[in-house]
């Protein structure tokens, strides 16, 4: 075996990949590059009954939004191939057999509605049914037949399962990277099914035969997979591998921080919880996708990086090379990590500064001549979280107002103020150059010269102008406006202001 770090990421195509699968993809990409790895994609279909069409192709799309897409697997192909578990079905069967011959495995014929019958019982007399060591002598299976017995089911094509035999007795213990040591008696795994009657095998079989195979040196994968992986460390001692090292990532937890994040609420909270937009296609309802939102690629990898993993400084601006140099598992948190939308949004706005300008303008406002577009890019940049906001606010902008900010006005208009938008009106006319330097050197004489201060007249006229108490700076704003429509405004926001006696 090459001592090349390989990790993996496993999806099951059941429905579009949710952001904290999208989390573990990443933390998987980081460590191999940071270790000079490989990292691979291998889908985990299955599970026939769970299939959901288009989900494969979600998931390639979606990371290749974010730009870490798989040096090896589906999509990329590589020397394990095929890398989709549904075309290794045989495989399986190899491996479940030689568990059998070996005597680690065994047939059982129990139908379901025995298996019903029995559960039924169990909990009647207060107790949970597991089909294990205590159970399993008593049971329809090649462990309490005569070989015989078995022989002829199996020749009359009865349907079967096949189970791992758990020892009676032990201990499985683990180092797992993020959680440390993890002990578990064997008493407490039942024998679970490795192939199903269908003749596919159940994720624990596929899923350790494949990381063998595909020489997995890491499994890194989120915590509801924890109860699994003792039964994993018996499947590797059973075949006789050497098991990967696991690092279990912890939960993603509701904004409020109880409970596991879910797909509810998000729809409550209006945010997205999967990387793209989503159409089922049975009901026809779309959920919401981080890229369809404004989200960023590289502010949403930032700040899914930090869902459960800091780099143990104050820096939390990081590009994806700096998370590779910066990642280790070591650094990967036991405790879940609280889902905050506005943290979300707070990386969105940071990186939105580090744009190019002209690229935005000419994406959001290719309407415009470019260098209009990029006037109000540069006006408007640190006043959005979503790039697509710049077109409604332009659009806003250019816009006369229909009403005006009446508590401005309650606070802020009088005598004074009059007097004071009525010389700017009188004075506007005369600058030639309309530009920001002309037009606030204009506005300042004038005032002056009356004794106004500006700061009792600025905010009123940002209201004559725009309707509005706030906005972006007002000097370039009439620049932007252009002397016409500045003089227009203001005009007409002086026959509607009330008169001051
Ligand atoms: N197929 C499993 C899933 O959908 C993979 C779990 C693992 O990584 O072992 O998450």
Redesign the pocket.
């Known amino acids: 075996m090459s001592s090349t770090i390989r990790v993996?990421?496993?999806?099951?195509p059941?429905g579009p990949l949710h952001i904290g699968?999208v989390r573990?993809a990443l933390y998987n990409y980081l460590f191999a590059r940071k270790m000079g790895g490989k990292f691979i994609l291998r889908i985990?279909d299955t599970d026939q009954t769970r299939f959901v069409p288009g989900a494969e192709q979600y998931i390639l799309d979606s990371l290749t939004w974010l730009g870490i897409s798989p040096d090896e697997g589906v999509g990329a192909g590589g020397p394990h191939e095929p890398y989709r578990q549904s075309e290794r079905k045989d495989l399986y069967m190899v491996y479940a057999d030689q568990l059998i011959q070996e005597g680690k495995a065994y047939y059982a014929f129990d139908t379901s509605e025995e298996l019903d019958a029995i559960r039924t019982l169990f909990e009647s007399k207060g107790s949970a049914f597991q089909y294990n060591a205590l159970t399993r002598v008593k049971l329809r299976n090649s462990l309490a037949m005569p070989p015989a017995a078995v022989q002829e089911l199996l020749d009359s094509n009865v349907p079967y399962v096949i189970r791992l035999k758990v020892p009676a007795k032990g201990e499985v213990r683990f180092q797992d990277s993020v959680r440390d040591w993890v002990h578990v008696h064997t008493s407490s795994i039942d024998d679970k099914v490795l192939m199903k009657s269908d003749g596919m095998p159940t994720?624990h079989l596929a899923?350790v035969v494949d990381?063998h195979i595909m020489e997995i040196t890491h499994?890194?994968?989120?915590e509801?997979?924890l109860p699994?992986a003792p039964l994993?460390i018996l499947l590797y001692q059973a075949f006789g591998w050497t098991a990967p090292q696991f690092a279990h990532l912890p939960l993603l937890l509701k904004p409020e921080g109880n409970g596991k994040l879910s797909k509810r609420d998000a729809d409550l909270g209006g945010f997205p919880v999967f990387p793209m937009e989503w159409k089922d296609s049975q009901t026809g309802v779309i959920s919401k996708g981080f890229k369809q939102e404004g989200y960023l690629p590289e502010a949403t990898l930032n700040f899914l990086a930090f869902l459960g993993w800091n780099p143990g400084t104050e820096q939390e601006l990081f590009s994806l090379a700096e998370l590779v140099e910066a990642f280790s598992l070591e650094r990967i948190n036991k405790s879940g990590a609280k889902f905050d939308v506005n943290k979300a949004k707070w990386f969105n706005e940071q990186y939105l500064q580090l744009q190019a300008p002209e690229e935005l303008a000419k994406h959001y406002l290719g309407n415009l001549p470019a260098e209009q577009g990029l006037a109000f890019v540069s006006l408007f940049l640190d006043r959005i979280t979503f790039p697509q906001e710049l077109k409604s606010l332009v659009d806003q902008f250019i816009e006369q107002p229909a009403t005006y900010d009446e508590a401005v006005i309650q606070n802020k208009w009088n005598a004074e103020a009059e007097k004071g938008l009525r010389l700017i009106e009188q004075a506007l006319p005369s600058v030639l150059n309309w530009q920001v330097d002309e037009i606030k050197h204009t506005i300042h004489t004038v005032l002056e010269g009356a004794g106004i201060k500006m700061g009792k007249v600025m905010q009123i006229l940002r209201v004559a102008l725009s309707g509005n108490g706030a906005g972006p700076d007002l000097m370039i704003s009439m620049q932007l406006w252009g002397k016409t429509q500045v003089l227009e405004r203001l005009t007409a926001a002086l026959h509607v202001f009330p008169k001051n006696s």
Do not use: Q
């Open positions: 993996r990421f496993a999806p099951s059941t699968g573990t985990e994720y899923n990381d499994v890194i994968r989120g509801e997979w699994s994993h």
